[in-house]
């Protein structure tokens, strides 16, 4: 199958979504981050541990139960501080090809059969496709930057198998120095938000994170505009035929090429919406 259209590689972020998504995100111009709480990994939405139980520790039952009652509320008021404020925006992003792969466009951020079954309403859906330096420029202009958010922060995130302790929270600086977490998340923030175990490889995110200087959750979900970052969207492969006009219509009066993906003869590449 030959690929009529080739978007430059490295050049694109790419967001899926569902044709209600699409209709929403056109609409108010804007991208709603999540709050990280609201991650589907265990290991991001569960309490995180940042100190452990070690020396010579209590001596008798009663100081044990108040040592685990204090740890338990330090590790909680840590989870919130840094946790609670936090929202990111998920995105995909060109890979690597294999070795001997450079014709084919599996590795591509449009192309990814798993994300357009999960996120795209099993190949109905969209992938909105967004410049890389004009949305990082939008992200870093928004009013989220201008509000006095303790920290703005995108890259992508990187996959290990080797467990994801975070590091550990000093009580004693804690104690002892104003802004200590605004600073703990300024060191930290990679190894805060931007780990995953190498189950999650595939989806080759690059995550833009907001982290609040307060633990208190915001009354207004949070969003950027992304100016002029859209630059195509693609629609799913089974996007109804009698859907196409009124997608291309929208997409044309946004500035924004409507393309489809197609699967066809052991291939993937990108075509005209017709």
Partial sequence: MAVIVNLDPGR??????????????LSA???????????????????????????????????????????DTFEQMANDRIKKGCHLLSLTADAEPSPGSEHEFFHRGWARARLWEQYAERHRGMCLVFDR????RCFAESALARSGSGGLYHRPVTYSDN????????????????????????????????RKTLDWETEHEYRFVVVSQTADPPCTPLSIDYGDALT?????????????PAFEARCRQVGAEPLRVKWKNYRVGLVPLA
Wanted: hydrophobic share 35%; with cysteine.
């Fill in 29 to 71: 111009h804007r991208l709603r981050l999540s709050p990280y709480e609201k991650m589907r990994d265990p290991l991001e939405n569960h309490r995180w541990r940042f100190t452990f139980f070690g020396g010579s520790g209590p001596v008798d039952d009663a100081a044990i139960v108040r040592e685990a009652e204090a740890q």
């Fill in 163 to 194: 467990g994801l302790r975070k590091p550990i929270v000093d009580k004693n600086a804690l104690e002892a120095e104003p802004g200590y977490f605004d600073r703990y998340i300024a060191t930290h923030h990679e190894a805060l938000f931007f």
């Fill in 232 to 244: 195509h969207v693609v629609a799913g492969q089974c996007l109804g035929g009698r859907e196409r």
């Fill in 133 to 136: 330096e004009r949305l990082t």
């Fill in 12 to 25: 694109y972020l790419f967001h899926y979504t569902n044709r209600l998504g699409f209709d929403g995100i």
